[in-house]
């Protein structure tokens, strides 16, 4: 095999051997690494065009392909090959994202594409850190500006100790109170993505910090990597700058005026007030915006003026504590709520927090409303769903309606993690739910009042939690060693800020986390202020959650379909089902529908309790099985000679022998017994062919014990001559 280029790489991760490899495939790529862990196998490239594009961003694109011959499987869709990405690999795509683009330098705005294709999938080792770790390797070798390397690590906590990267079945069967993504430098986090059993802070912080001390080998592999193979990295004509003269020109201008600016209330009004004073800036220093070279005077003088407006705002957080909309640095927005307002929905809230408001709504739905999941991950369907909308008149926009996004999906899949942990099981509350955050207005923060709204639409929907979630997103400005952190912050904030910190949970712990830092990284001490400052604001918003809906509604809504659910033994599964389907179909016709699984878990869907408990008692009596010792109320069946075939309950009978039936000498059964006669029995014996003998209960102690059967005597049939206590039947279905 000829291949002059080829390197392999390999270092201890978590305990265990990762191995990076270069050379081998995809070589005319810039940058192309396989990274290994275990039985998973992915391949990552980086590329970056020659020419800038005309935006005013980094166009920076991460696709997560995932290939179904990773698992040795076909896909599952007509077309039997793979559609675009799923769910998983869009939030797969945005951890690799959010750990690559913060390290790209300014200015930057060559097209630069990172694509990563699951080749290996052992359903142990989770994708997702590896092509995190795979891009920082891709990137740092290959000639694309990059500020990295960086690697990415997973954390669980179990029995109480920390465990990196623990397996994909620890995670999904609940072995792990924590699944914990971080990402970072040796120096510096900068991303975390978390769901968690309602853990401390403490807890929390000492996970990332746990996880950081894992990075150190990988950053040090790549950095190895890069000093031995690396290519020189290209260079690139960055978008224009300001100058220094222009900015601390316009910063004259406007310095006077732009704090009250500002301080304007109101987002609109204050966009209005500083659009007003940029304008009239510009104006000033260029009189006919149509002269010769007019426009790129404009746009840097607008430039300069977005600049002054940040470091403005920056001073009156650091230096008066005060934000632009008139809060101390840890105060929460006025909140107001209401629930129930949707007259035919499952339940519903509007959570209204400054002027972000969510519309939350719950619908409850049948085991064959679930989602049927078609990845490489452990699960098949999942019965808990969030979804999350922005429409563009949240934000007072005009904009095409398109797709469900990138941002829409990550929104959403952090707000089901935060109630994930709180939701009934499917043994308490075999529901399918469905909640939906519809965003009406947003000024920061719309996933965390989806979280609010999303609880309370559940407890109003009498979803049984098992305790209420709120979430709240923290902020920071940092400048130097001064710093403050900003509890339930603004989308300006955001923007202009250094860290954008969701956090989720209940009075008792956090149950979700995602952070994203702008700047070098923060240190342990900040982040365990910044989290007791949020818990601070989460039981300040569940006080005010509490205030609206106290707990659950004690019934589900009226319009919800009634659920029932009997386990019955799985030798019972086809008795139900019946041949052809006959007995689920008589069943069903009673008034409900009827699912069974593999696990004789029988569920009973009806918009009428009383149909739903009529079916649910024939289950129960179809499936029954008798006991040894218990009594039953039993309906005569046929008479013989040699004794009476009582009907126990529907596909069983059992023998009441002649004498058994009276305290004196019986020569006639039907002198004493008439066919669809009631009489009380006991359960005397059953043999190992499952044929059951019957005593009457009141004359035990007055007749003598049974003896031998007589030749040619059948105890316990049924009445077509099969034994009473059936097995399945082997019917198709």
Same mark, same amino acid.
């Given at each position: 095999?000829?291949?002059?280029?080829?390197?392999?790489?390999?270092?201890?991760?978590?305990?265990?051997?990762?191995?990076?490899?270069? =050379?081998?495939?995809?070589?005319?790529? +810039?940058?192309? &690494?396989?990274?290994?862990? #275990?039985?998973? /196998?992915? !391949?990552?490239? @980086?590329?970056?065009?020659?020419?800038?594009?005309?935006?005013?961003?980094?166009?920076?694109?991460?696709?997560?392909?995932?290939?179904?011959?990773?698992?040795?499987?076909?896909?599952?869709?007509?077309?039997?090959?793979?559609?675009?990405?799923?769910?998983?690999?869009?939030?797969?795509?945005?951890?690799?994202?959010?750990?690559?683009?913060?390290?790209?330098?300014?200015?930057?705005?060559?097209?630069?594409?990172?694509?990563?294709?699951?080749?290996?999938?052992?359903?142990?080792?989770?994708?997702?850190?590896?092509?995190?770790?795979?891009?920082?390797?891709?990137?740092?070798?290959?000639?694309?500006?990059?500020?990295?390397?960086?690697?990415?690590?997973?954390?669980?906590?179990?029995? =109480?100790?920390?465990?990196?990267?623990? +397996?994909?079945? &620890?995670?999904?069967?609940? #072995?792990?109170? /924590?699944? !914990?993504?971080? @990402?970072?430098?040796?120096?510096?986090?900068?991303?975390?993505?978390?769901?968690?059993?309602?853990?401390?802070?403490?807890?929390?912080?000492?996970?990332?910090?746990?996880?950081?001390?894992?990075?150190?080998?990988?950053?040090?592999?790549?950095?190895?990597?890069?000093?031995?193979?690396?290519?020189?990295?290209?260079?690139?004509?960055?978008?224009?700058?300001?100058?220094?003269?222009?900015?601390?020109?316009?910063?004259?201008?406007?310095?006077?005026?732009?704090?009250?600016?500002?301080?304007?209330?109101?987002?609109?009004?204050?966009?209005?007030?500083?659009?007003?004073?940029?304008?009239?800036?510009?104006?000033?220093?260029?009189?006919?915006?149509?002269?010769?070279?007019?426009?790129?005077?404009?746009?840097?003088?607008?430039?300069?003026?977005?600049?002054?407006?940040?470091?403005?705002?920056?001073?009156?957080?650091?230096?008066?504590?005060?934000?632009?909309?008139?809060?101390?640095?840890?105060?929460?927005?006025?909140?107001?709520?209401?629930?129930?307002?949707?007259?035919?929905?499952?339940?519903?809230?509007?959570?209204?927090?400054?002027?972000?408001?969510?519309?939350?709504?719950?619908?409850?739905?049948?085991?064959?409303?679930?989602?049927?999941?078609?990845?490489?991950?452990?699960?098949?369907?999942?019965?808990?769903?969030?979804?999350?909308?922005?429409?563009?008149?949240?934000?007072?926009?005009?904009?095409?309606?398109?797709?469900?996004?990138?941002?829409?999906?990550?929104?959403?899949?952090?707000?089901?993690?935060?109630?994930?942990?709180?939701?009934?099981?499917?043994?308490?509350?075999?529901?399918?739910?469905?909640?939906?955050?519809?965003?009406?207005?947003?000024?920061?923060?719309?996933?965390?009042?989806?979280?609010?709204?999303?609880?309370?639409?559940?407890?109003?929907?009498?979803?049984?939690?098992?305790?209420?979630?709120?979430?709240?997103?923290?902020?920071?400005?940092?400048?130097?060693?001064?710093?403050?952190?900003?509890?339930?912050?603004?989308?300006?904030?955001?923007?202009?800020?250094?860290?954008?910190?969701?956090?989720?949970?209940?009075?008792?712990?956090?149950?979700?986390?995602?952070?994203?830092?702008?700047?070098?990284?923060?240190?342990?001490?900040?982040?365990?202020?910044?989290?007791?400052?949020?818990?601070?604001?989460?039981?300040?918003?569940?006080?005010?959650?509490?205030?609206?809906?106290?707990?659950?509604?004690?019934?589900?809504?009226?319009?919800?379909?009634?659920?029932?659910?009997?386990?019955?033994?799985?030798?019972?599964?086809?008795?139900?089902?019946?041949?052809?389907?006959?007995?689920?179909?008589?069943?069903?016709?009673?008034?409900?529908?009827?699912?069974?699984?593999?696990?004789?878990?029988?569920?009973?869907?009806?918009?009428?309790?009383?149909?739903?408990?009529?079916?649910?008692?024939?289950?129960?009596?179809?499936?029954?099985?008798?006991?040894?010792?218990?009594?039953?109320?039993?309906?005569?069946?046929?008479?013989?000679?040699?004794?009476?075939?009582?009907?126990?309950?529907?596909?069983?009978?059992?023998?009441?022998?002649?004498?058994?039936?009276?305290?004196?000498?019986?020569?006639?059964?039907?002198?004493?017994?008439?066919?669809?006669?009631?009489?009380?029995?006991?359960?005397?014996?059953?043999?190992?062919?499952?044929?059951?003998?019957?005593?009457?209960?009141?004359?035990?102690?007055?007749?003598?014990?049974?003896?031998?059967?007589?030749?040619?005597?059948?105890?316990?049939?049924?009445?077509?001559?099969?034994?009473?206590?059936?097995?399945?039947?082997?019917?198709?279905?």
């Amino acid at each position: 095999m000829n291949l002059p280029n080829h390197r392999k790489y390999t270092t201890q991760f978590g305990g265990r051997e990762l191995v990076i490899e270069t =050379g081998k495939l995809a070589k005319q790529a +810039s940058g192309s &690494v396989t990274v290994r862990y #275990g039985d998973t /196998l992915v !391949l990552v490239t @980086a590329e970056m065009s020659d020419g800038a594009s005309p935006v005013p961003f980094l166009p920076l694109t991460v696709e997560y392909e995932e290939r179904h011959y990773a698992i040795g499987k076909i896909p599952g869709s007509f077309m039997r090959r793979e559609g675009r990405p799923g769910v998983q690999g869009t939030l797969n795509a945005r951890i690799v994202d959010r750990q690559i683009r913060p390290l790209f330098p300014k200015g930057l705005r060559n097209e630069v594409q990172v694509i990563v294709t699951v080749l290996s999938a052992d359903q142990v080792n989770d994708p997702a850190p590896l092509a995190a770790i795979g891009a920082s390797a891709a990137l740092s070798i290959s000639d694309i500006p990059w500020g990295g390397p960086t690697a990415c690590c997973g954390v669980g906590y179990v029995d =109480g100790q920390y465990v990196a990267n623990p +397996s994909m079945r &620890v995670l999904h069967d609940g #072995g792990s109170q /924590l699944e !914990l993504t971080v @990402a970072g430098s040796k120096d510096a986090v900068l991303m975390v993505e978390a769901a968690a059993n309602e853990l401390s802070e403490d807890v929390m912080v000492g996970a990332i910090e746990f996880a950081q001390a894992q990075l150190a080998p990988v950053v040090d592999l790549i950095e190895r990597m890069r000093a031995e193979i690396g290519s020189e990295k290209r260079g690139f004509t960055p978008a224009s700058q300001v100058s220094s003269e222009v900015a601390a020109k316009v910063e004259r201008a406007v310095a006077a005026r732009l704090r009250d600016a500002l301080l304007t209330g109101g987002k609109h009004e204050r966009a209005v007030a500083l659009k007003a004073l940029r304008d009239e800036m510009v104006a000033g220093f260029v009189p006919d915006v149509e002269a010769d070279g007019a426009k790129q005077q404009v746009d840097e003088l607008k430039a300069a003026f977005d600049k002054a407006e940040q470091a403005a705002m920056r001073r009156l957080v650091l230096q008066e504590n005060l934000r632009t909309d008139g809060r101390r640095s840890d105060q929460v927005r006025p909140i107001w709520i209401e629930t129930g307002v949707l007259p035919m929905a499952h339940g519903s809230a509007v959570f209204t927090r400054g002027e972000t408001q969510v519309l939350g709504v719950a619908t409850l739905g049948t085991g064959r409303d679930n989602r049927l999941v078609d990845d490489l991950g452990l699960d098949n369907s999942e019965e808990f769903m969030l979804h999350y909308n922005f429409p563009p008149f949240s934000t007072g926009e005009v904009k095409r309606l398109r797709g469900t996004g990138r941002r829409e999906l990550g929104h959403g899949n952090l707000a089901r993690r935060a109630l994930l942990d709180v939701m009934p099981s499917q043994e308490e509350f075999p529901y399918v739910v469905r909640v939906v955050g519809e965003t009406l207005e947003s000024n920061g923060s719309s996933s965390m009042a989806t979280v609010c709204a999303g609880c309370l639409a559940l407890m109003d929907a009498g979803v049984p939690l098992r305790a209420p979630v709120a979430g709240i997103a923290m902020g920071l400005v940092m400048d130097g060693a001064d710093y403050r952190i900003l509890t339930d912050i603004l989308g300006s904030e955001d923007a202009l800020g250094d860290m954008d910190f969701k956090v989720t949970g209940t009075a008792e712990g956090v149950t979700a986390l995602q952070m994203d830092i702008k700047i070098g990284g923060i240190t342990a001490a900040i982040m365990r202020e910044a989290l007791a400052q949020a818990r601070a604001g989460r039981l300040h918003i569940l006080e005010q959650m509490k205030g609206a809906l106290p707990a659950p509604r004690a019934e589900i809504s009226a319009r919800a379909p009634r659920i029932l659910q009997v386990k019955i033994p799985t030798d019972k599964i086809g008795t139900v089902i019946g041949p052809g389907g006959k007995q689920i179909r008589e069943l069903e016709a009673m008034g409900a529908t009827v699912e069974v699984q593999e696990d004789g878990t029988v569920r009973i869907y009806s918009e009428d309790s009383h149909a739903a408990q009529a079916v649910k008692a024939q289950i129960e009596a179809i499936t029954a099985t008798a006991e040894l010792g218990k009594e039953y109320d039993g309906v005569v069946a046929k008479i013989t000679e040699f004794g009476a075939f009582i009907t126990l309950f529907p596909g069983t009978d059992g023998l009441l022998h002649i004498s058994q039936i009276a305290e004196e000498r019986v020569e006639n059964v039907e002198d004493f017994l008439k066919q669809g006669d009631h009489v009380k029995v006991k359960v005397n014996g059953i043999d190992e062919r499952g044929k059951i003998d019957l005593v009457r209960p009141e004359l035990e102690g007055k007749i003598a014990p049974r003896g031998p059967r007589r030749s040619g005597e059948r105890r316990g049939n049924d009445r077509g001559g099969r034994g009473g206590d059936r097995g399945p039947r082997r019917d198709r279905f």
